[in-house]
Nanobody, 115 residues
Framework: QVQLVESRGGLVQAGGSLRLSCAAS????????MDWYRQAPGKQRELVAS???????DYADSVKGRFTISRDNAKNTMYLQMNSLKPEDTALYYC?????????WGQGTQVTVSS
């Protein structure tokens, strides 16, 4: 089975940086794209960033210029570099992997930005 584990979240002051990791394990046949989502209290889950199998990336308007999604295929790991963090970035961040009709989810890592 496929497992995704997010890590490296934490508490940071506004203007600071964090680098989230998503490590994949198990038998993965085909990856269409991988994504970072986030969900803040009282709000629905939103797509933050996406990277395709070919390396194309896309970002939510709210994080463009501040966040960068990347992956290291040799390590089966995806990253989200977050700079110039704002209090409104506070949320539980999830990674997701899409393969055919199945999407696999991690359990999430908390990011809290204080003002």
């Amino acid at each position: 089975q496929v497992q995704l584990v997010e890590s490296r979240g934490g508490l940071v002051q506004a203007g600071g940086s964090l680098r989230l990791s998503c490590a994949a394990s198990g038998k993965i046949i085909i990856v269409n794209h991988m994504d970072w989502y986030r969900q803040a209290p009282g709000k629905q889950r939103e797509l933050v960033a996406s990277i395709t199998n070919a390396g194309s990336t896309d970002y939510a308007d709210s994080v463009k210029g501040r966040f960068t999604i990347s992956r290291d295929n040799a390590k089966n790991t995806m990253y989200l570099q977050m700079n110039s963090l704002k209090p409104e970035d506070t949320a539980l961040y999830y990674c997701a992997l899409n393969s055919f009709l199945t999407t696999y989810w991690g359990q999430g890592t908390q990011v809290t930005v204080s003002s």
